[in-house]
């Protein structure tokens, strides 16, 4: 028997009230701040995301889904949204349109990653890109939306942590005191460490391995070498959080799993802290556009894991609501009551009021078992008597309460009850 891939989930009906409520807050708060949807392909060619997320991380070098298709294509599954984006934004010249261009999406990610509780190998992510300004104030947009749209889903117990890791400038003249202080510490840092301390020592400070965390925590910190213009970007992005009572802390050891962020990063992450995953990341990325071919655009934005959001608002005890179902349930019994039920169903459909047909080949009592664990409001029940006289039963599921009317009054009966427009 077939089972669903390693690391990927089936979403039943029984989960989806969490998935459309998510999805429904998530386009209320976007449409709050002004974000239209955009939708790219899942797959893209995969000398965008070396251009773009960057090669010598773990995305690119251990994660990304690569394959080759008929015509000798060689394309990458979406292992983020932000690179589909850019990409979209210089080749429907976006760049002519008033800046910044703020767009959002819903979109499944798909990651090679080690799968356990909240990390996936397929999972869906919620996200919001404001390319073509470079002011602090975007940046305080993007963490403001997000921090709203987790308390819009009553998401309390969450905490922002941020880091600037600078611009082109500055960034160098930080590496170098960090490459140093891993350098004359290399004989107590992992393997991993040593790698990285040559192809990407940024990612050093990332290290959860126990002997490199004394390393780590005395490492130097970004923020203090910051040139002139990234501090300004920060004091302004902090006074912008404060205006918004947004709390944050700041952690140095913030650097983030891919390589075109510039200035600010930030994460949002259960306050408990029981699981390493935060719930949801992003911060700014000015050379990204330049990067996939465009003229320069500076940007912001993020992506919130729906998965993960999900087993957080679980642990929480946050319910949501169910997803409305039919309040009519038509039962019948026989073929010419099967062919007035076709055509009720098909009437009270047209008006507005959500009906569920049964099986005409099931008993009436597996029938009216099965209209029970719907919800239905009202049962319908029509048998070879109510075809002969043009009549129906409706029986009232609150009371079991039963009568017989003519089908027109019937009909028009459930249409003041129970239609939805
Ligand atoms: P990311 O931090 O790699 O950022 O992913 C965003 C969010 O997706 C994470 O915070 C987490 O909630 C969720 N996530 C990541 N990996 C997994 C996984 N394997 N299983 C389940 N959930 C996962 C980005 O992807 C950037 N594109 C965000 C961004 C947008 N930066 C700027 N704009």
Excluded at 261 to 270: C, K, M
Excluded at 277 to 292: C, F, M, N, T, W
Excluded at 344 to 358: D, F, M, P, Q, W
Aim: net charge neutral.
């Amino acid at each position: 028997m077939y089972q669903a891939p390693r690391g990927t989930a089936d979403i039943l009906p029984e989960e989806q009230p969490y998935w459309y409520h998510i999805e429904k807050k998530a386009r209320e708060i976007c449409s709050l701040f002004g974000y239209k949807q955009i939708k790219t392909p899942v797959f893209e060619d995969v000398g965008l995301f070396n251009r773009s997320v960057g090669e010598g991380t773990d995305l690119m070098d251990k994660e990304i889904y690569v394959f080759e298709d008929r015509g000798n294509n060689k394309l990458a599954l979406m292992p983020e949204g932000t690179a589909g984006v850019c990409r979209a934004y210089v080749e429907h010249g976006m760049q002519n349109l008033p800046q910044p261009v703020k767009v959002f999406y819903i979109t499944p990610i798909f990651r090679y990653d080690r799968p356990q509780a909240g990390r996936y190998r397929l999972h869906y992510q919620f996200g919001c890109e404001a390319i073509g300004d470079g002011s602090p104030a975007v940046d305080s947009e993007i963490i403001d939306l997000l921090w709203n749209f987790y308390r819009s889903l009553g998401l309390t117990d969450i905490r922002l942590v941020m880091n600037s890791i600078g611009c082109r400038t500055c960034r160098p003249v930080y590496l170098e005191k960090l490459v140093n202080h891993y350098r004359s510490n290399t004989g107590a840092i992992c393997q991993d460490c040593k790698t990285r301390l040559e192809k990407n020592p940024m990612r050093l400070l990332d290290c959860k391995n126990e002997s490199c965390q004394p390393i780590a925590e005395t490492a130097p910190k970004s923020i203090d070498y910051l040139c002139e213009d990234c501090r300004k970007h920060l004091a302004d992005l902090e006074k912008y959080l404060g205006i918004l009572g947004i709390p944050y802390t700041i952690n140095h050891r913030l650097v983030r799993g891919l390589d075109y962020y510039t200035r600010t990063v930030f994460e949002v992450q259960p306050a408990n802290n029981r699981s390493q995953s935060s719930i949801g990341g992003g911060g700014r990325y000015d050379h990204l556009v330049e990067a996939v071919g465009g003229k320069p655009a500076p940007a912001a934005g993020f992506a919130a894991g729906i998965e993960r959001i999900i087993l957080n608002m679980k642990e929480q005890g946050i319910t949501v609501p169910d997803i409305p179902s039919p309040r009519v349930y038509c039962a019948c019994m026989g073929e010419a009551a099967a062919d007035l039920a076709l055509h009720l169903a098909s009437e009270l459909r047209k008006a507005g009021v959500g009906t569920i047909l049964a099986s005409a080949n099931r008993s009436l009592k597996a029938q009216l078992r099965h209209a029970n664990s719907t919800g239905a409001e009202y049962t319908v029940i029509i048998g070879e008597d109510e075809v002969t006289n043009g009549t129906a039963v409706l029986r009232d599921m609150k009371d079991a309460g039963q009568v017989t009317m003519a089908l027109d009054e019937l009909k028009k009966t459930l249409i003041d009850r129970c239609a939805s427009r």
